[in-house]
C-alpha cells in the first residue's frame, strides 16, 4: 500500500515584526487585552514588495533542503493561498519557476485557513494513487494585505508567513503501523459564509476588501470542527486521544486550541504552539508549526501527529499522521 511519508520541513517568516504595543499606539487596544483574548504577542509583516509567491518559495527552499533531494525529483507541487500573488495564474506556477522545477504539476488550493490540510490530503491522494512520487505542499499568505488595520477584532488576530513540507511515496503493508499519511478527511459547510469572509473580490467589487468576522460565531464553530476532525480520523485508524504524540491545530487563538485540546483529551504539553510569535497566518500555520518542532527535534519516527483546522466557508478538516 503506497503512503504518504514526511521526508522535509521549511519555513519562512518575513523579517518585519509588529507588535502589539506598535498596534496599541494606533488602536483601542493594548497588549494586556490582546494576550489575554488570543495569546499572541507579536505578528510578522511582509515588506513592501515581498508578495506570497516570495514567502512560498522561500519555505519550498527550505524544506528541500530538509528533504535532501532535488528539485528536479518534485512532480507535483501545491500551493494553499487564500492570498494569491495575482487573481490568476496560480502562485504555485510562479513558485514552479522560481524553484526551476521543469517538470510536473502546479496548481493553487483555496479554502482559507483549511487550505493545507485540503492541499495535504489532494497531495497524499495523488500519491497514493500513483499520480505523483514526491509532492512538494505549501501554505503561504500575506494576510496583511486584506486587513483593515483600523479594526482591532481582526487586525491583531494575523500575520503573514509560509511553510512547506515535503511528501514521497513509501510503501507497507497496509497496516497502522505503516509511516506516513494514516488518513485525511475534509469537510464543509457553505451556509456559514458570512461569518468569517472578505467583503470583496473581482467578481463582485473589483477590489480584494477586508476581512470580516463574526468572532463568537468562529470561536464557537472552530472548536466544535476541530475536535469533530480528529475524533474522526482517530476511529477511522483505530487509535484514541492517548496515542496522540503532538496534536499540531491551527494556531488562528491560543484559547481556541487550548479549548481543542481540553475537548478532545490531549494535555497541553502535547500540543504545539507557535501563535504567540506569529499570529494566525491562515494556510500557514500548521507547516510552520511543523517546521518548528522538527526544527526543536520534537518530531521523532513512529509519533502520531493530529492535524486539524478550521476556516472559511466554513471549511474544516483533519489528517492523521505516523511519522
Not at 216 to 222: I, K, L, N, P, T
Request: net charge negative; with cysteine; hydrophobic share 45%.
Amino acid at each position: 500500500m503506497r503512503r504518504s511519508r514526511f521526508i522535509g520541513y521549511g519555513s519562512y517568516l518575513p523579517k518585519r515584526i509588529i507588535t502589539n504595543n506598535e498596534l496599541a499606539a494606533r488602536l483601542d487596544t493594548s497588549d494586556e487585552w490582546i494576550k489575554q483574548r488570543t495569546g499572541i504577542s507579536q505578528r510578522h509583516v511582509a515588506a513592501d514588495g515581498e508578495f506570497t509567491s516570495h514567502l512560498a518559495t522561500n519555505a519550498a527552499q527550505n524544506a528541500i533542503a530538509d528533504a535532501r533531494i532535488d528539485v528536479g525529483e518534485l512532480d507535483l507541487l501545491i500551493v494553499a493561498t487564500a492570498t494569491p500573488d495575482n487573481t490568476f495564474p496560480a502562485t504555485a506556477t510562479r513558485v514552479q519557476a522560481e524553484l526551476g522545477m521543469l517538470q510536473g504539476v502546479a496548481f493553487d488550493v483555496q479554502a482559507v485557513c483549511s487550505g493545507f490540510v485540503y492541499a495535504l490530503a489532494m497531495a497524499d491522494n495523488m500519491i497514493q494513487l500513483g499520480q505523483a512520487e514526491t509532492a512538494l505542499v505549501v501554505g503561504a499568505e500575506t494576510f496583511s494585505r486584506i486587513l483593515d488595520w483600523n479594526d482591532r477584532t481582526t487586525c491583531v488576530l494575523f500575520g503573514d508567513g509560509a511553510g512547506a513540507v515535503v511528501l514521497q511515496a513509501d510503501v507497507g503493508d497496509g497496516s497502522n503501523k505503516d509511516r506516513g499519511i494514516l488518513s485525511t478527511h475534509l469537510y464543509s459547510d457553505g451556509r456559514q459564509y458570512d461569518a468569517l469572509f472578505v467583503d470583496g473580490g473581482p467578481s463582485t467589487t473589483g477590489i480584494s476588501g477586508h476581512v470580516r468576522m463574526q468572532g463568537r460565531e468562529v470561536y464557537r464553530q472552530a472548536v466544535a470542527r476541530m475536535v469533530e476532525g480528529v475524533d474522526t480520523a482517530l476511529t477511522t485508524n483505530g487509535l484514541r486521544a492517548h496515542d496522540v504524540d503532538w496534536l499540531i491545530p491551527h494556531q488562528a487563538n491560543l484559547r481556541i486550541m487550548e479549548h481543542v485540546g481540553e475537548k478532545l483529551g490531549i494535555p497541553p504539553e502535547k500540543t504545539i504552539v507557535t501563535v504567540q510569535k506569529q499570529a494566525n497566518t491562515s494556510a500557514a500555520t500548521i507547516p510552520l508549526a511543523l517546521a518548528q518542532a522538527s526544527f526543536e527535534g520534537r518530531l521523532l519516527e513512529g509519533q502520531i501527529l493530529a492535524l486539524t483546522a478550521m476556516g472559511g466557508g466554513f471549511s474544516w478538516g483533519a489528517a492523521l499522521i505516523r511519522l
